[in-house]
């Protein structure tokens, strides 16, 4: 299985600070790697697939980069409303893996 | 709209089989695939299984042995059945849309999912 390490676990970020989040998948994915965000009791949502396309209605400020095994999400300018866990998934190679995930909260 | 909810019996006790139901509207099932992902509470996401378009299936290694997915496409209705349950398989369940987009590559990932149902295994 590939496996996705994804760090860091935890980020605490002020208003308007930009922020990344960084995915290396054990194994090149050819971009094939995808990140959403989920909120407290609610189901994840795509922020971004093919590792730096932004989904329909995903706000700008989100932007994803890389290739091969490395890859990044980026918020520029960390707003309330972008608190939340944030998952990367590999969609390459079954059986498809997330990250841990990444605890972003507001400072 | 693309909608996707599921339902089951929040309750199952130790060794007993789970059933989930996946209703669908706004697709359909003989285009598109449908996969089920799981969370154990304050846990990471699990990628289970998935049915494709054309009915075959693929299983996650881990639970092969006890996970079944099946569909009605008439009633837009996907299925998931899963015996032997531990309470490791307490978790909330999901079903999502598998998307395959060919644009300058080739790549799967999830749009759209349900809320979620909450499945707690205990006697």
């Known amino acids: 299985d590939i496996q996705m390490t994804q760090s860091p676990a935890s980020l605490s970020a002020s208003l308007g600070e930009t922020i990344s989040i960084e995915c290396r998948a054990s194994?090149?994915?050819?971009?094939?790697l995808a990140w959403y965000q989920q909120k407290s009791g609610k189901s994840p949502q795509l922020l971004i697939y093919a590792a730096n396309r932004l989904q329909d209605g995903v706000p700008s400020r989100f932007s994803g980069s890389g290739s091969g095994t490395q890859y990044s999400l980026r918020i520029s300018g960390m707003q309330p409303e972008d608190e939340g866990d944030y998952f990367c998934?590999?969609?390459?190679?079954?059986?498809?893996?997330f990250g841990a995930g990444t605890k972003l909260e507001l400072k | 709209q693309v909608q996707l909810k599921e339902s089951g019996p929040g309750l199952v006790q130790p060794s007993q089989t789970l059933s989930l139901t996946c209703s669908v509207s706004g697709l359909s099932l003989t285009s598109n695939s449908v996969s089920w992902i799981r969370q154990p509470p304050g846990k990471g996401l699990e990628w289970m299984g998935v049915?494709?378009?054309?009915?075959?299936?693929d299983y996650n290694s881990p639970i092969k042995s006890r996970l079944s997915i099946s569909r009605d496409t008439s009633k837009s209705q996907i299925f998931l059945k899963m015996n032997s349950l531990q309470t490791e398989d307490t978790a909330m369940y999901f079903c999502?849309?598998?998307?395959?987009?060919?644009?300058?590559?080739?790549?799967?990932?999830?749009?759209?999912w349900g809320p979620g149902t909450m499945v707690t295994v205990s006697s």
């Open positions: 998934l590999q969609g390459s190679k079954f059986p498809y893996t």
């Open positions: 049915i494709w378009n054309n009915g075959g299936t």
């Open positions: 999502a849309r598998n998307y395959y987009s060919s644009y300058m590559g080739s790549y799967w990932y999830f749009d759209f």
């Open positions: 194994e090149d994915i050819y971009s094939n």
